[in-house]
């Protein structure tokens, strides 16, 4: 089951950075799929962790495009960037700790950031990019 499928509504019409969008709706939904207890035996910490690797490696990637491409919100987009990664920490750190993050507010948490993030900083960024020439 997934909390939020990949649809062409999502893309930002570059093919890398909509299949690394793709990876973490993948993590996203790993993380449903426990909820939902169609997962058994999967670490959250693991998941976690590998979503937040791959976010950090993500966020590189088109924060390296949005500087060489002179992208006139590159400040802003990279602190949102920035934002969600400490959050992932946290909300990590919380889960660790005592357990009392609820996987139900974690991932509702970043569906609603994905999607936001998305359709607005990351269509944003896609459009300027695109007209660039980056593909």
């Not at 999502?10 to 169609?38: A, M, P």
């Not at 949102?80 to 996987?103: P, V």
């Amino acid at each position: 089951m997934t909390i939020l499928p990949w649809t062409e509504q999502y893309s930002v019409d570059i093919r890398k950075i909509d299949n690394q969008h793709k990876i973490l709706l993948d993590y996203l939904n790993k993380l449903y799929d426990i909820i939902l207890g169609e997962t058994e035996n999967e670490d959250i910490v693991k998941i976690i962790d590998d979503m937040t690797i791959h976010a950090i490696s993500q966020f590189r990637s088109e924060e390296q495009l949005m500087f060489s491409t002179g992208y006139p919100k590159y400040s802003h987009h990279k602190l949102q960037h920035k934002h969600l990664i400490k959050q992932l920490g946290d909300l990590r750190e919380k889960y660790c700790s005592d357990g009392s993050t609820e996987l139900v507010e974690l991932t509702n948490f970043l569906k609603d950031w994905l999607v936001d993030h998305i359709m607005g900083s990351d269509k944003s960024m896609g459009k300027f990019l695109v007209d660039y020439g980056v593909y």
